[in-house]
């Protein structure tokens, strides 16, 4: 009797046997939810900017000048913080640590200045956020100084010798092949044979001691069309002779092929005239210290009318490049930096040109610093 039941009623026995299987499915399916390795784990180690920040940071940027920075730390599980970097002394610690609020504290850290002169590419270390116990880390990325999009210490002219003193150094035409393609160029003036750029030991020089000017612009950085903000370091000073003789100590700084100098982003201006200082004979520590007192930053921006392409260079002329010589006006230029200002959602780069007083001219990034000392 049974039998012939289920087989005028297939689909009530189809149906039990699927009623069996969601039933036996459910704790099935629930616990392989719990134990998903995929799933977010409820511990969380997050940093931010301020207390009521949304968005955690990917990175993080520390002030070129010595100082403490202060970031927020949201955790609902307690952890180590460790500072890591390359250097042989480690240039950051991790100063205090202070709970303030539920799930939330605050990390400090005090760091080193970017260097002992003004040298602002950027280095990078990591504050490490961990709890052992749960194996649970975040790994936070903290950067000093800026991207370099053009380096160039000088440290590849070998002509002549480092003392500004003796005029032994050797005219751009008569460099090696590999520094003539380094792409640093030099206008030729009406009436002469060849540039008045020379290579020193160490640095450039510009003009001649008959009078005539000269010019050199940095070679083609290709990625400046990507940039916005700009800015640019160097350190120059002027010609004395043994005597004393004081050179003019005109240098202009043109941006040229897209950009124009920030200080004057309404008025479109790309050129910036400079007085440069002389060196100190009298120095016990002359010619080691030619450069302390000429060391320069110049804010350059990209603007809507003009902006920044794979054309930007910078120019720096000494004197005058008329076919008639005048005084003599030479420069000595050395440790050339082109440096990207990033500003997103992602990276807040420090803005030196405004940290110099968001004007362009003597570099007084690290005076603070050293009127601390």
Known sequence: MSNQSLSRNPG???????????????????????????????EFIEVYEHPDSLTPLTAASVSVRAGEATLYVKSNVEFVPKWQDAESSPWAVV????????????????????NNNPYYTRRTGTL?????????????????????????????SKYGSPDPRKLDGTLSSQWSVTDKNRGWESTVIDGQK???????????????EDGYGADVYTPYVDELHRDTLIVLSFRAVAYTDLD???DDNKLTVEVVGGGV???????????????????????????????????FLVGIIGTDRNPLTSDTRIRFTAGSLSP?????????????????????????????FLLNGGKSGKDTVFQKDENNE
Not at 12 to 17: A, N, T
Request: aromatic share 10%.
């Open 12 to 42: 009530s026995m189809i149906g039990l046997l699927a009623g069996a299987a969601v039933m036996l499915a459910i704790p099935f399916f629930s616990s392989c939810r719990h134990d998903d390795p995929n799933a977010d784990r409820p």
């Open 244 to 246: 004393g003789n004081k």
């Open 194 to 208: 060849e540039a008045y750029l020379y290579g020193k030991n160490g640095y450039l020089m510009l003009g001649s």
């Open 324 to 352: 008639t010589p005048g005084k003599p006006n030479r420069i000595f230029l050395d440790n050339v930096y082109l440096r990207k200002i990033t500003s997103n959602a992602h990276v807040q780069d420090e803005d030196l």
């Open 261 to 295: 100098i920030r200080d004057f982003e309404k008025q479109g201006t790309t050129k910036l005239e400079l007085e440069v200082p002389y060196y100190d004979l009298n120095s016990d520590k002359f010619p080691g210290d030619m450069w302390d007192e000429g060391q």
């Open 95 to 114: 100063s205090g640590m202070e709970k303030i609020g539920d799930d939330l504290y605050e990390v400090k850290l005090t760091h080193a200045r970017r």
């Open 128 to 156: 490490m956020l961990t709890a052992p116990d749960l194996k649970l880390g975040s790994y936070l990325t903290v950067h000093q100084g800026l991207v370099a999009r053009l380096s160039s210490d000088m440290s590849w």
